[in-house]
């Protein structure tokens, strides 16, 4: 352990082999307990001292006080949902805008919405009648997803800034994203794992392998 305290002109430095945090008397704060050690202390004269100790303690509070947080509400994700709408809306919020107010509602509504939405989407593209063919479902899959969470991203950050209606803004991409779920899965009520992806990727790869043929019978 090593410490140095500096108190008007006087300089102490004190050093020990241990030390420990322990309860003060007051059962309220920590103290230093330190076990054989040694201070050195200089004047502001120029002399010097040294002590040697075999325990010690320094009368200081060396509590670990966290630091104070700033009242909730001053950024709008610190909002509940019903705080989001007024009169509800918290003192500590009046720097917020309606719009931002607005945005964020809304935003959260349609993230609550979009798990009913996921099995339109899962279920077609996650039936296929061979192995191998459930991986451009998955990837489709993926694909829509990414885009329809920069999509509420964009619709959110556009709502807040005021440059867009927010519930047109949000909601928007969550209808597309359901219309989108509610075609492939009606597509593929006649024959599971028969729907609009599988069978562009089955014409692409019919067509690829065409080209392939083509190209290998022109070199003959």
């Given amino acids: 352990v090593f410490v140095e305290r500096h108190e008007g002109g006087d300089e102490q430095i004190m050093t020990a082999q241990t030390g420990k945090l322990v309860p003060a008397a007051d059962g309220a704060s920590l103290q230093l307990e330190l076990g054989n050690g040694l201070i ?16 010690a303690r320094i009368n200081e509070d060396f509590t670990v006080v966290a630091p104070p947080y700033d009242p909730r509400g001053i950024k709008v994700r610190q909002l509940t949902l019903p705080e989001l709408r007024p009169p509800n809306v918290p003192a500590a919020a009046e720097k917020l805008t309606p719009a931002q107010l607005t945005g964020e509602f809304h935003g959260r509504l349609a993230r609550t919405v979009l798990p009913l939405l996921l099995p339109l989407l899962a279920l077609p593209l996650g039936m296929a009648a061979k192995r191998g063919r459930r991986a451009p479902g998955t990837v489709f899959a993926v694909l829509a997803l990414l885009a329809l969470d920069q999509s509420l991203v964009l619709g959110e950050s556009m709502a807040e800034t005021g440059r867009a209606i927010a519930w047109l803004s949000v909601w928007l991409p969550v209808v597309l994203f359901g219309a989108l779920g509610l075609w492939l899965f009606r597509s593929s009520l006649q024959w599971p794992g028969d729907n609009p992806v599988m069978r562009a990727v089955s014409a692409i790869e019919t067509a690829f392998e065409g080209a392939q043929r083509r190209r290998k019978a022109s070199h003959k």
């Fill in 40 to 55: 050195v202390g200089g004047a502001a004269d120029g002399t010097v001292s040294t002590w040697r100790f075999t325990s």
